[in-house]
């Protein structure tokens, strides 16, 4: 019973490449989220997603980031020409539908690192 | 937007000892919930709180929700050297009866114990 798998788990880009992290959430959830966390910081939303919508992207900022969670295969998280400030830690989660983070298994993934040089 | 406030940033502590944090906020929340994050790992949930004034343990673990819904706090009993990790405090909202999937987590608390 695999849990959210992240890949991959270490990330090197280049300032102004692309970056693209992968996430498959757990068997049968439907919802996925995610998260950033800076050095020494607690997690930041980003963005919420269903399959094929964007439900919440008060988090994301407005340029260069996107997000999908295409009908098949996992969400992709893409930040576009990379900049030292993108460099982070970056978690998904992924729940059930339903309300209530305990019941409907919202779970984390390990997480990406992304670093740009 | 909502922000979380928690406390201590850091503790060092011997082994056998009690530990306590909490968690302060701006905002309402529905949901209070406690993570711990070992290094080079998501969050795990530790323990979910819906109600106010509700406690609630998971082991050594003690967790309340706070009557005013602003504020929480965790204890852990005899601490062991496998509770080394960072926790954190995240509060959810519920919208309409329906999953409102953000999380808001506050900047976390670096437990060091000492064997």
């Known amino acids: 019973n695999a849990g959210v798998m992240q890949n991959p788990r270490h990330l090197v880009r280049r300032r102004g490449q692309e970056a693209r992290l992968r996430c498959s959430p757990m068997?049968?959830?439907?919802?996925v989220y995610w998260y950033r966390q800076l050095p020494e910081e607690g997690l930041k939303f980003m963005v919420y997603?269903?399959?094929?919508?964007?439900?919440?992207e008060s988090g994301m900022p407005k340029e260069r980031f996107s997000a999908e969670f295409p009908k098949e295969g996992p969400s992709i998280l893409r930040i576009q020409q990379v900049v030292r400030g993108d460099s982070a830690a970056y978690f998904c989660?992924?729940?059930?539908?339903?309300?209530?983070?305990?019941?409907?298994?919202?779970?984390f993934g390990s997480g990406t690192r992304l670093t740009v040089v | 937007g909502q922000q979380l406030n928690q406390s201590p940033q850091s503790m060092f502590i011997q082994e056998g000892e009690d530990v306590s944090m909490n968690c302060t906020s701006s905002?309402?929340?529905?949901?209070w919930l406690w993570y711990k994050q070992d290094p080079g790992e998501g969050p795990v949930l530790l323990i979910a709180?819906?109600?106010?004034?509700e406690l609630t343990s998971n082991g050594r673990l003690t967790a309340q929700f706070g009557i005013t819904r602003k504020d929480s706090f965790l204890n852990i009993s005899a601490s062991i050297p496998s509770d080394v990790g960072i926790y954190f405090c995240?509060?959810?909202?519920?919208?309409?009866?329906?999953?409102?999937?953000?999380?808001?987590f506050g900047q976390g608390t670096i437990l060091t114990v000492h064997p």
């Open positions: 989660a992924s729940s059930l539908p339903g309300t209530g983070v305990k019941n409907y298994g919202y779970t």
């Open positions: 068997k049968g959830h439907s919802h």
């Open positions: 997603l269903q399959k094929e919508n964007i439900i919440d």
């Open positions: 905002s309402i929340f529905n949901t």
């Open positions: 709180l819906y109600k106010a004034g």
């Open positions: 995240a509060g959810q909202l519920a919208v309409g009866g329906t999953s409102y999937g953000k999380l808001t």
